[in-house]
């Protein structure tokens, strides 16, 4: 098994799993007024999944990357 430089987590996982070293957690067009859209889920449910998803990617230190949808 191979190490990242800093020798703390392997860098690839020897079952294909993910790791921090080869995933990225992307939010895709999380703005306040697509909430509008979704009428068969709870909002609050919708922010609060979203919200415990970016802590672990911070806990697992996956890299997360928010990316506005805009219309042009």
């Not at 999944?49 to 506005?68: E, Q």
Request: glycine share 4%; hydrophobic share 40%.
């Amino acid at each position: 098994m191979s190490y990242s430089s800093n020798g703390n987590r392997p860098k690839l996982s020897e079952k294909g799993l993910l790791t921090p070293d080869n995933c990225v957690v992307a939010f895709i067009d999380h703005q306040p007024q697509m909430l509008f859209g979704t009428s068969n889920f709870d909002r609050q449910t919708i922010i609060n999944n979203t919200v415990a998803l970016a802590k672990a990617s911070r806990v697992f230190d996956v890299p997360a990357r928010w990316i506005p949808m805009t219309l042009s």
